[in-house]
């Protein structure tokens, strides 16, 4: 894998994800929920696993490059040539989104973490922003997108 290329690692992390909903659809949400946290381990497992980035290159949670206004939520520090990358994860629950307040709620947080990765600036080598959504969102984002789609 070239020091740009992610795309084995976002093929793993879409089979891990798709067997997780698999597995939540089946034993149901209420007592097998997938959270923002269950998106981060699975993307970090993918990360580590393709041999690339080691487990001791993640820093979590943190104010890094002196941002002392937003708490991003990985940065991978490599202690090698490699590239480093922060990353912001989203994903909004199913429950979430009952109301279009909860909708609009929702994509003015995805702004906001694009806009944080944005004014990182050149610090940064490689900005990810990684949003697993749900169907209400995908609907949402796409309102009137598809309407010639049906004649």
Known sequence: MSKSDFSEIFEKFAELLEERFSEQEKFGDDEYRVEEDTIRYFFFYA????????ATDFWLEGHFYDNKNAELDTFIKPKDEKESVVIE??????????????KTDNAGNIFRDLNRLA????KAQRKLFVYVANDV???????????????
């Open 47 to 54: 990360v580590t696993t393709s041999g690339y980035y080691k």
């Open 89 to 102: 994860f989203k994903y909004n629950r199913l429950h979430n989104e009952k109301s279009d307040g909860a």
């Open 119 to 122: 004014h990182l600036g050149k």
């Open 137 to 151: 969102m995908k609907e949402y984002f796409s309102a009137g997108n598809d309407k010639n789609d049906t004649q």
